[in-house]
């Protein structure tokens, strides 16, 4: 929204004018003067009150000084000099058009910001267009004692720091414009502290030769937190060796070439990494060594590398946290959908290595993983991989069990999202020792079960559950055997289910939410025997139950909450 206010005469008048700038701010702009009585040949002169931008950043709110000295006519303007102040900073600023030539000057200063300073010369074919063919030149000098300022204007999730100083000179035209300069950074820092990761005493050494940037040197230091204690207690014997990696700084070195241009832009870069904490969070704590070589050409993105994981600890998020579904669309301020991130066309080949010490928990399992996966990319496509990763010793927790793994296999050949899975967890200590093979693939899994003696499967959906034999239970039991078997197996369980029914002589089984005492939808006509007890499996108020009929007109129920609250025998 643009409002424009204007009051006065010809010859003296005033100018108001405000609009909203990117939803977060209001830019506000006035000046005062008058058009010369010459109207075959116009010309305003005044000088301008007002600019300022309100905003809540208050970094980049300003507002002018003092007034400043406008003109504008037909063949010629100028502006200036003007000041605008910052918090903390002051831009100065002149500009000038007429006899086909621009001149701008510049001068950007603040305690954050230290000294920017440049000046611009260029060949105009009127007062009020630039000839894109005409040669232009200009020089940017720049001294930043801490680039802290520049990563905030950036990318408000990155921190920075460091001395930064550097001078370059633009030449060419406006049509094929060349830049050649030098840039030295000392001191550098940058920290993102959504993943921990901090690199500290950095170094720059980079020229850039008419749009062609050589980085000779971009080096940093990778401080590194303590290893989690999940991480060293599972190091057993490696602990010197953990306590090796960790006892000093990693480090990360790039150099290459970047070329910028209206017709070609290209890049290659290497990487080479040492220890470098990506991860340095108390549940996500990842040091990764390796090196890689990313180009672009022809809108190609093109990364080649081998990088493997020192030591990791890696703890997956409880599931069900919200999450926005696939169909959602964002909408900006303005009210337009937001544009998709940027894909490029990809040429990806990336080996990983897991190493010896990388712990996983989540997901009910706490194990040490294993292996390495390759990861391609074409085009557009999506990801695939080639590899395979394996669990080393560990357990799995389930049914208020902790089950050992025996074994744990993903073998990738194909989409990442979708690997081929052969694992065993077992309950070892009872005469009759059970536990549950998974294979098939991460989409279709499919679960047996199995135990040493064999047994048939209700029994040993038991002694895995509950510790004992179907035998022991009562319809508790059969209830807590009923809710697993569809846990574990799905749509697949009818077998099992028709197996505890008949075992148990169930003839109806059911789960609803709700709270045990209710009538879950139908009329109680009395209640017999009751009786309450506490159960804690964590499942909020869902209820189990199961009943039989002693008669035509005399069923048996038992309802159990998964939740920590109370079971209750019905006779109705």
């Known amino acids: 929204k643009l409002d424009v206010q204007v009051a006065g005469t010809r010859r003296q008048h005033t100018l108001k004018a405000a609009a909203g700038v990117g939803g977060k701010g209001t830019l506000a702009l006035a000046a005062e003067g008058g058009l010369a009585d010459d109207l075959q040949h116009w010309r305003w002169s005044g000088r301008l009150t007002e600019a300022g931008l309100a905003t809540g950043e208050r970094f980049r709110a300003f507002s002018l000084k003092q007034p400043a000295p406008l003109a504008l006519a037909g063949d010629a303007w100028s502006v200036g000099p003007l000041v605008l102040a910052g918090d903390p900073w002051q831009l100065r600023l002149a500009a000038n058009a007429g006899g086909r030539r621009l001149a701008i000057d510049l001068d950007f200063r603040g305690p954050r910001v230290g000294q920017i300073s440049g000046r611009l010369d260029a060949g105009m074919r009127d007062p009020w267009t630039l000839d894109r063919q005409a040669a232009w030149q200009g020089v940017v000098r720049s001294d930043m004692p ?12 990155v921190q920075a720091g460091g001395r930064l100083d550097g001078e370059f000179k633009l030449a060419g035209t406006p049509e094929y414009p060349l830049l ?16 921990g990761m901090r690199l500290t005493a950095g170094v720059l050494d980079a020229q850039l030769d008419d749009n062609l940037l050589r980085v000779a040197r ?93 030591a990791a600890f890696w703890q997956m998020a409880p599931m069900g ?36 010490n990388f712990m996983f928990t989540g997901l009910g399992l706490e194990t040490r993983l294993a292996g390495s996966v390759r990861l391609q990319a074409q085009g557009r496509d999506l990801p695939r991989a080639s590899g395979r990763i394996r669990t080393q010793g560990g357990r799995y927790a389930a049914f208020g069990q902790q089950l050992e793994i025996e074994r744990g296999i993903l073998t990738f050949q194909g989409l990442v999202d979708n690997p081929a899975i052969d694992a065993r967890a077992v309950r070892r200590g009872l005469p009759v020792e059970a536990g549950v093979h998974i294979r098939g693939t ?63 002589g169930i003839d109806e089984f059911s789960i609803r939410q709700g709270d045990v005492g209710d009538a879950g939808g139908r009329q109680m006509t009395s209640r017999v025997v009751g009786g309450a007890f506490d159960s804690a499996s964590g499942t909020g108020n869902q209820i189990v139950s199961v009943g039989r009929r002693l008669s035509n007109n005399l069923p048996q129920s038992y309802h159990q909450s998964q939740g920590p609250t109370r079971g209750e025998h019905k006779l109705t």
């Not at 801490?146 to 999730?157: Q, V």
């Not at 970047?258 to 969070?281: C, I, K, P, T, Y």
């Open 442 to 504: 991460a989409q279709r899994p499919v679960v047996t079960l199995f135990s040493d003696p064999d047994v048939p499967d209700v029994e040993k959906l038991s002694w895995l559950v509950l510790g004992h034999g179907p035998d022991q239970g009562g319809a508790g039991a059969a209830g807590l055997l009923l809710v697993a078997a569809a846990g574990l197996f799905g749509n697949d369980s009818g077998g099992v289910v028709q197996q505890i029914r008949q075992t148990f």
């Open 180 to 195: 050649s300069g030098r840039m030295r950074g000392d001191s550098l820092t940058l920290a993102v502290p959504e993943t």
């Open 146 to 157: 801490d680039i802290a300022w520049l990563a905030e204007l950036l990318d408000e999730r």
């Open 218 to 310: 971009l080096a940093f230091d990778s401080p590194l937190q303590p290893p989690p204690r999940p991480l060293q207690r599972a190091a057993g014997e490696r602990k010197a060796e953990l306590a090796e990696l960790t006892g000093r700084p990693g480090r990360l070195e790039i150099s290459g070439e970047l070329r910028v241009g209206r017709d070609s832009e290209s890049a290659a870069l290497q990487m080479q990494l040492d220890r470098v904490g990506v991860f340095q969070l108390p549940d996500r704590w990842l040091t990764v060594s390796g090196d890689g070589r990313i180009s672009w050409l022809a809108g190609t993105l093109a990364v080649r590398g081998r990088v493997a994981a020192d």
């Open 321 to 356: 946290a919200p999450r926005l579904s696939d169909d959602v669309v964002i909408l900006g301020a303005d009210g337009t959908a937001q544009p998709a991130g940027f894909r490029p066309n990809l040429d990806f080949d990336v080996e990983t290595d897991l190493g010896r």
